[in-house]
């Protein structure tokens, strides 16, 4: 049995307090530091470089984005529970 780390990247307003994904995610990472370099990299990719965002939207709305890198058990294939935290 190993351990997968399932990445979801979220993207959040400081000023509703919600939080968003997409059907991207969760992705799927052999390890801690791959899934954790990933939403770095993911992060910026959605609120900056693929143009999902104005400057003007980032501002008004306190954009800011946010991933977890949640463990999980494989036993023959990976079960996954999305839970949202604010």
Do not use: W
Request: one cysteine or more.
């Amino acid at each position: 049995m190993s351990i997968k780390f399932l990445l979801t990247v979220y993207i959040c307003s400081a000023i509703g307090g919600d939080c968003y994904t997409n059907p991207d995610y969760p992705k799927v990472f052999d390890d801690h530091h791959d899934c954790i370099r990933a939403g770095l990299s993911d992060s910026y990719e959605i609120i900056y470089a693929e143009g999902n965002f104005t400057k003007d939207e980032i501002n008004t709305n306190q954009l800011y984005p946010k991933f977890t890198c949640i463990p999980q058990k494989e036993e023959g294939k990976i079960v996954t529970q999305l839970t949202v935290k604010n």
